[in-house]
Nanobody
Framework: QVQLVESGGGLVQAGGSLRLSCAAS????????MGWFRQAPGKEREFVAA????????YYADSVKGRFTISRDNAKNTVYLQMNSLKPEDTAVYHC????????????????????????WGQGTQVTVSS
């Protein structure tokens, strides 16, 4: 089992920045990849960004590319999401997620944005961007 705890959400004006953190505990040695998803009221959960736990590969949704950066600190078992140039449409509950499945590189390239790929989820942190 892997436990995930997010922090860093809050209220920010449009154009501002926030950095979310996701601390992993438990069987962290089994993690293959980490992801960030978000869910706004009345909308489906949406992929934001992902990275492989042991390599530098990163993946982003088109809506956040160039504004958000996912990074990891394996020594701290923590993944970060740096969010710059925030927009009101970025308002949502942000969840981090972890997958401990043994993907091939090709399979993960296809699947990284799919919520069902991830086995463990944090409780979420609210991000509100005012206009």
């Amino acid at each position: 089992q892997v436990q995930l705890v997010e922090s860093g959400g809050g209220l920010v004006q449009a154009g501002g920045s926030l950095r979310l953190s996701c601390a992993a505990s438990g069987r962290t040695f089994s993690i293959y990849a980490m992801g960030w998803f978000r869910q706004a009221p009345g909308k489906e959960r949406e992929f934001v960004a992902a990275c492989k736990w042991s390599a530098g590969s990163t993946y982003y949704a088109d809506s956040v590319k160039g504004r958000f950066t996912i990074s990891r600190d394996n020594a701290k078992n923590t993944v970060y999401l740096q969010m710059n140039s925030l927009k009101p449409e970025d308002t949502a509950v942000y969840h981090c997620a972890a997958s401990d499945r043994a993907f091939s590189d090709r399979a993960f390239l296809v699947a990284y944005g799919t919520p069902s790929v991830y086995d463990y989820w944090g409780q979420g942190t609210q991000v509100t961007v005012s206009s």
